[in-house]
């Protein structure tokens, strides 16, 4: 059982703020997905929790129960309708900490402005309580592949403002969002497209290369050409065909010149303006490369076009390329279902990006949709033994207390997340925490969660475990509506004496009536050594050994 490039280089500079330019109109919400005809059978417990687990922070007794008195389609459609819990009220603040923070300030100032801390925090209340919570699952996904990371973007009105457009183009097209992700400011300063300029050989300037040479490798194609089931396409010599090569990256490099941060209201845009992340970044046409420039598929940009036309094309040629819907859509299964997908899995999740039904190619709405009604999705239990996923340290931890029934502010999960080598939105480096392709030591298989997996997080993540059952975690007063962390094991106490009661319920909500025989019996003999009398102690210990297990952090 399945148990290149960096990012932004150097700090922030310390620039004058503005507060945006106009943003541009949301993506349109896509059109509704073709429904399938009604299940013959109704929805089993195993496989509606089964769901929550692909789909949201973690299933719950009522989520389980909501999702049985429909249909899974019917549970899916309902989320992709739902609107978006967002990323608000973080204001605009100068770049420079002397400026945004002066003598005088608060002691949290830097903290809450110049750091992701609060931004983190409510990522995890969002993900324990948000009633998006497909949405917001697909958007964590899609903050590992469209990387931008606080390691060089730690403004937290920036990383707000780049997260929100995950969250609102979750659903939508692929074409718009890559189009909103290339704009957006916090991805310009991360991967130096902000202020990228033309050639000028006398006074040495070349455009930079690194946004080009990611958003094709990471964001769109991967590296070789693929076949629509993601396998490599092979020449005739067996060997993989590259997707690009570097004159196709000097080509998007040029493409993508001439663009610079929002423009200070009530300023007039300059090149280089004054840092700001409100807004998409503005072109300069006087520092765009008007020459042709050569792109993917034998395509090339004529000379003469304004940078708004060079991108809009250069980005259509990206997300017309067969490999996207296999390099996107593979990603995307692994970060819902399984890392493993079948080749015919991920070929029928390409089919689906090519064309939604409705002759629409990128519709990530209907792709996520397919994903999690896939046969190899669905079902009251997988078998094989390449099936299945680790949880990665924020699936845990938003899976445990939302299994449990608990609440938080945020603050302690966010620094056990980090504790465990995932520190929310501040990826060591454009690649994520750990690549799709990361091996599982010992066999075929590749297991991306376990590159932050070591004998050092795996300690950490049994001792949050027993941390978070011990009891409360106190509040940190400096933080805004701080309530610490907590639950009510009253549920759990109730069915305490009856050792089986207590298992069945962990069963249904930890590991969707597939608990192993082994560990169900490890469990029982172990709570049935301590009083019917005392149901505190046996709750916790029942809890606590379920999902410290194996069985329950490799999700199948």
């Known amino acids: 059982m399945l148990a290149g490039c960096g990012g932004g280089t150097g700090a922030e500079p310390a620039a004058g703020t503005a507060p945006a330019a106009p943003a541009p109109a949301p993506s349109p919400a896509p059109t509704p997905i073709p429904t399938p005809p009604p299940p013959t059978a109704q929805t089993t417990p195993a496989d509606a929790a089964r769901l929550l687990e692909q789909a949201t922070f973690g299933p719950t007794d009522a989520a389980i129960t909501q999702v049985q008195a429909g249909s899974i389609a019917g549970w899916i459609d309902q989320q992709l309708a739902t609107p978006a819990t967002g990323y608000a009220g973080y204001p605009v603040i100068d770049a420079s900490v002397s400026v945004g923070c002066p003598t005088g300030s608060p002691a949290t100032c830097n903290r809450d402005h110049y750091s992701l801390f609060l931004l983190q925090n409510q990522f995890f209340r969002n993900a324990l309580t948000g009633p998006d919570q497909l949405r917001q699952r697909v958007a964590f996904a899609l ?8 390691v ?3 403004t937290a009105y920036a990383m707000a403002a780049y997260q929100q457009i995950l969250l609102d183009g979750a659903f939508g097209s692929y074409r718009q969002l890559l189009g909103r992700v290339t704009l957006s400011p916090a991805m310009g300063r991360y991967l130096d497209m902000v202020n990228n300029d033309r050639p000028n050989p006398s006074r040495g300037i070349e455009p930079n290369e690194n946004y080009a040479r990611e958003v094709l490798q990471l964001f769109s194609l991967g590296t070789v050409e693929l076949n629509a089931d993601g396998t490599p396409r092979l020449d005739g010599q067996g060997r993989s065909i590259p997707a690009y090569d570097q004159d196709t990256v000097e080509g998007f490099a040029h493409a993508f010149t001439g ?3 929002p423009t200070v209201p009530g300023a ?14 503005v072109p300069i046409a006087a520092h765009h490369d008007p020459e042709a420039k ?11 076009q304004s940078p708004e036309k060079d991108l809009g094309d250069a980005l259509d040629n990206i997300a017309a390329h067969p490999n996207v819907g296999p390099f996107i859509g593979k990603q995307l299964i692994q970060h819902l279902v399984t890392s493993n997908p079948t080749p015919a899995y991920v070929a029928r999740i390409s089919a689906v990006f090519a064309n939604d ?23 009251d239990a997988k078998t094989a033994g390449s099936y299945g996923k680790l949880r990665e340290p924020a699936l845990l931890i938003t899976g445990a207390l939302r299994g449990i029934g608990g609440s938080s502010d945020g603050v302690y999960l966010r620094d056990r997340s980090n504790a465990m080598a995932q520190n929310i939105y501040q990826a060591p480096s454009v690649f994520n925490f750990y690549p799709p392709d990361y091996p599982v030591q010992g066999t075929t298989l590749v297991g991306p969660g376990f590159g932050v997996f070591s004998a050092s997080t795996a300690f950490t993540r049994s001792n949050f475990l027993n941390s978070l059952l011990a009891g409360p975690q106190r509040p940190d007063t400096t933080v805004p509506n701080a309530i610490g962390s907590q639950f009510d094991l009253s549920a759990w106490q109730a069915l305490a ?12 909500v930890m590991f969707h009536g597939a608990m192993p025989a082994t560990t169900r019996n490890t469990i029982l003999a172990a709570v049935d050594t301590i009083p019917a009398s005392d149901p505190a102690t046996r709750s916790r210990a029942a809890l606590y050994l379920a999902l410290s297990s194996m069985q329950y952090q490799v999700e199948q």
């Open 143 to 150: 903050s590992q592949i469209f990387v931008v990371s606080g």
């Open 268 to 281: 007039t845009a300059r090149w280089t303006n004054p840092v700001h992340y409100a807004g998409d970044m």
């Open 152 to 154: 060089d973007v730690g």
């Open 497 to 508: 004496a009856d050792s089986n009661a207590l298992l069945d319920r962990i069963d249904r």
């Open 357 to 379: 039904g409705a002759g629409r190619r990128g519709n990530l709405g209907a792709v996520v949709r397919a994903i999690l009604l896939d046969p190899e999705a669905r079902g």
């Open 259 to 261: 663009w610079t941060y």
């Open 294 to 304: 050569r792109l993917l598929g034998g395509v090339s940009l004529p000379a003469g």
